[in-house]
């Protein structure tokens, strides 16, 4: 078995709603070994290493669906073993995975394997470790060479995939925060590959780093980082806090120790989870020793009156006291049998323990202050404590160090709850955490004493969310209902355009109405990120990168997204859900690549973002494939946009009070109208669009009729609308290579970056619209990754509409030879009747453009396809044409006929002995 290929798709996509991953897996000779022909001895050996198998539905629906499969009839193929295998693999490692399916892609021995992820590289390591996995345990006849390697470890691999898994995995914290958000529907991104998360989108974002917020000020975590000024800040509102000295040498901590009064705590100035802590210390040598295991963590070292209690945590979020947990330190119960050290690891096999924060809880460590509090008693590792006998490891409760958690919430006094709030306040912290010593949490501290040892900003949740007895807290609800109260936004509206053509110029349009409405816009399109109309990022952006770019912009209010094709297939849409989703039309373009071979395969990756349309999903009611689309969309309103107001579906949709908008002939020529729940509202006549040309460009007439209908469906106010719609033009400046004019040549030219057989149709149909006195001339090519059919479709649909012919390829061959596109294009253009002389091959893209722009003649029109539309564009406005022969001897020509015209010496005649007269008529030589 070979892996060929592997794709992370990071949002809705061809295969699922949510992220997958999809393996291209080639089994060769073992497509001829199914399950049942390799035998029970395979299968019962894969179950004893993966037990949870057992559990897997499959397509049964219920536990041991999967075994059926394996060992029912023919059995299965090794592609869908592995699917099963990488999904129980992530799952093993604490990961919530389900989803997966296995399909052929239609090439012998090869199948598509698709299964859900958390995190992608954990995905990606499950296939690669499940391919190994399954390798090892075919007969040796039948594993490939170096397929397994030779110390291969099946337990060792799986423990270094859970650690590997684990690394990456979200804190507790963290995932609380995110589960949290999900709860309420509040979209998440992560930044980074640790706890740096945004929530929100746009300029409703709000970014957690563990449990630090947007909202919390720097200068209380500096405070509240640093013991000794927090100390005096709760000491002068007189909250109670233990005696305290700041030390910077050990003979200094020996001396403070003996002023504050033995017992003491020495602890690092800015450490954190209780590393370098040292407690309940009665003589000067402990306190030296325990001073130079502060100083491994912060220069600075506290000593501190030690107050007896019980270690207490109290959560403070946004003025609340949420949560209260007792933290018992790190410690191992004595059974009359085992060593302390037997016991250790008897408490770490624990399921709920792990490494740092990776678990609920930790794993029991020995250390320096370990082995110190076993001297203390008189005991070493290999002392067998009694029955019963509770033999601490650590002096502090943290989690993080091996200690467990007991809610007390309930039993919290006012006094205390109030004390915890009013600390939390003090220092300036949103989210804080109190570590308070008391005997009795249920009791006033002004009644039995207590102290607050130290505010943590950044407190952890798991004791809160996971503890070891007691009910489990929301310690992370409140924080969002922090960050985003009921009722305030936190999802951009979200415009999803798709389709084969069109798609950039009415993401334009509905950008520019938006713009025009006063909203800040973040706009994807085939020629970079937009936001608020500058342009950001330069380049091909209608990908998963380029939504992630605007979604997570702080300026953005609005995005609109034009979302191809390459990218749904490449990585999906990188975002969850839309609010509105267009699909303009599906067109012959593409095919053959990426395993797209049909138009109708073509139109399900359209479909996408339709599919997952919240608001509305807007429809072309004249395209067939689109109209079909209605069936598949969960959206609340399904908006049709027809060219034919005597559509006899669209007509039947808005009699039941639907929404459709549809081109409309009155006395004054086309209006654009709009029907919603049996209002008929009259927007705009298309000859005031500008874009639209006079009605020439129908295309565009088409186009704006989409940018209505989003933008209604998006709630743009009907003014607005119209406003942009007049206003948007097609300059080069506001639709790059969409039906760009230039006029201020004798002749006009035309430029647009139609590339397929519709787009190319649809720019010859308004050629034909203008009346051109002149001869009509088209740059046309054919990008080289299409196949031959599509490259010969693009010359169909320009023969017939001009006189002259310039045939050209694009500056990237696609694996073409240099002149392969451009004789394609010639070759049909000849079997269409073209004449050859009409006929002309300039394989290079500038020189195609310059020869065209040479060959005009005043009162001509050029239509140039081009694929660099930028430099094409500054060829055509920087081109000089020859309006008449100056030299620096000779005075200006100016003839009404070849009469007039004088006598010229070789030479005087430049760029094709041509010369023009003040009213554009072309002179030539007498023996022309």
């Known amino acids: 078995m070979q892996i060929k290929e592997r794709a992370v798709y990071q949002g809705p996509s061809l295969y699922a709603h949510f992220p997958v991953i999809r393996l291209v897996l080639d089994l060769g000779p073992l497509e001829e070994w199914p399950t049942t022909r390799l035998g029970h001895e395979f299968i019962d050996r894969l179950l004893e290493l993966l037990p949870g198998l057992a559990e897997h539905g499959c397509s049964f629906g219920e536990p041991g669906g999967f075994i059926r499969r394996m060992t029912e009839e023919e059995g299965t193929w090794l592609g869908h073993v592995l699917e099963h295998v990488a999904i129980e693999l992530q799952n093993a490692a604490g990961e919530h995975v389900t989803f997966g399916k296995t399909r052929g892609t239609g090439d012998p021995g090869q199948y598509d394997v698709v299964y859900e992820y958390e995190q992608a590289e954990v995905g990606l390591e499950a296939g690669r470790v499940a391919l190994i996995l399954l390798h090892s345990l075919l007969p040796s006849d039948l594993q490939p060479p170096g397929a397994v390697p030779p110390d291969y470890d099946w337990e060792r691999e799986r423990e270094d995939f859970i650690r590997f898994a684990q690394r990456r995995a979200l804190g507790p914290s963290t995932a609380s925060l995110v589960k949290a958000a999900e709860e309420r529907a509040i979209p998440w991104i992560r930044l980074n590959e640790y706890s740096l998360i945004q929530f929100g989108h746009g300029r409703y974002q709000q970014r957690i780093q563990a449990t630090v917020t947007t909202r919390t000020p720097h200068i209380a975590v500096e405070i509240a980082s640093d013991k000794e000024e927090t100390n005096r800040i709760l000491e002068a509102l007189g909250l109670p806090v233990p005696k305290q000295r700041l030390v910077y040498r050990e003979d200094e901590a020996a001396i403070q120790a003996e002023r504050v009064g033995y017992p003491v705590v020495v602890k690092p100035l800015n450490a954190n989870h209780g590393r370098g802590v040292s407690l309940d210390l009665t003589d000067a040598d402990h306190v030296r020793t325990a001073f130079g295991q502060a100083r491994k963590h912060s220069r600075g070292v506290l000593v501190e009156k030690f107050l007896s209690g019980l270690d207490h945590r109290m959560l403070v979020i946004n003025g609340n006291l949420i949560a209260v947990s007792k933290r018992v330190p790190g410690h191992v119960v004595g059974d009359g049998t085992h060593t302390v050290e037997e016991l250790v690891e008897i408490v770490n096999q624990d399921p709920r323990r792990g490494v740092g924060h990776e678990k609920v809880l930790t794993r029991l460590e020995f250390d320096y202050q370990a082995d110190r509090l076993l001297k203390n008693l008189g005991y070493t590792r290999s002392t067998v404590p009694s029955e019963g006998e509770v033999v601490y490891l650590r002096t502090t409760a943290n989690l993080s160090t091996g200690g467990t958690a007991v809610d007390v919430t309930d039993v919290v006094h006012p006094d205390n709850a109030a004390m915890a709030i009013r600390a939390v306040t003090a220092i300036g912290l949103d989210v804080g955490g109190v570590d308070f010593l008391t005997e009795d949490i249920s009791r006033s501290y002004r009644d039995i004493g207590g102290g607050i040892c130290e505010i943590n900003a950044a407190p ?136 797209i071979e049909t138009i109708e395969q073509l139109a399900g990756v ?58 409309e002939e009155g006395m004054n020529g086309h209006m654009i109208t709009i029907y919603d729940k049996g209002t008929h509202i009259p927007l705009l006549w298309t000859h005031l669009i500008p874009a639209a040309l006079e009605g020439r460009a129908l295309h565009n007439v088409q186009n704006a009729m989409f940018a209505a209908a989003l933008a209604y469906s998006m709630g743009v106010k009907l003014e607005d609308i119209q ?103 010639r070759d049909e253009l000849l079997a269409a009747g073209i004449p050859s002389e009409q006929i002309d091959v300039v394989p290079e893209e500038a020189a195609a453009v310059d020869h065209a722009l040479q060959m005009a003649q005043p009162g001509d029109l050029l239509l140039v396809f081009a694929d660099n539309v930028t430099r094409g564009w500054k060829q055509i406005i920087n081109f000089t044409p020859v309006a008449a022969v100056e030299t620096a001897d000779k005075p200006k020509v100016v003839a009404s006929d070849l009469s007039d015209l004088p006598a010229f010496a070789e030479g005087d005649l430049l760029l094709q002995d041509l010369v023009r007269d003040e009213r554009g008529v072309r002179l030539a030589r007498d023996d022309d």
Do not use: W
């Open 606 to 663: 359209k479909r996408i973002p339709v599919e997952v349309a919240r608001d509305t999903a807007v429809l072309n009611a004249d395209d067939p494939l689109c109209l079909r689309m209605a069936d598949y969309t969960d959206a609340e309103n399904v908006c049709y946009v027809t060219m034919s107001p005597l559509h006899p579906l669209v007509r039947e949709h808005i009699r039941a009070g639907g929404r459709g908008v549809v081109l």
């Open 723 to 825: 406003h942009g719609l007049r206003t948007f033009d097609t300059t080069f400046f506001q639709a790059p290579g969409r039906t760009n004019i230039f006029d201020e040549h004798p002749f006009k030219v035309i430029l647009d970056y139609g590339h397929n057989p519709a787009a190319v149709k649809a720019m010859c149909r308004m050629v034909d619209g203008f009346e051109t006195p002149g001869r009509r001339i088209c740059v046309l090519a054919g990008p080289g990754d299409r196949r031959d059919e599509d490259i010969r479709g693009i010359a169909r649909a320009t023969a017939g509409h001009f006189d002259r012919y310039v045939c050209r390829r694009d500056d990237g061959l696609r694996g073409r030879s240099p002149t392969e596109v451009p004789e394609l294009l």
């Open 460 to 595: 952890g949740f798991r004791m809160h969310v996971a503890p070891s007895e007691g009910t489990a807290r929301d310690a992370a609800g409140p924080v969002m209902d922090m960050l985003f109260p009921p009722g305030t936004p936190s999802q951009l509206p979200i415009a999803a355009i798709t389709g084969t053509n069109g798609k950039t110029t009415t993401a334009r349009m509905l950008a520019h109405i938006h713009k025009l409405a006063g909203r800040t816009v973040g706009l994807t399109t085939t020629d970079g990120v937009y936001i608020d109309g500058q342009r950001t990022v330069a380049g091909d952006m209608t990908g998963p990168v380029a939504a992630r770019m605007v979604l997570s912009d702080p300026f953005v209010d609005v995005a609109v997204l034009e979302t191809a094709r390459g990218g749904l297939l490449r990585a999906g849409m990188g975002y969850a859900y839309c609010d509105v989703a267009a699909c303009l039309n599906v067109a012959e373009d593409h095919l053959g690549l990426r395993g």
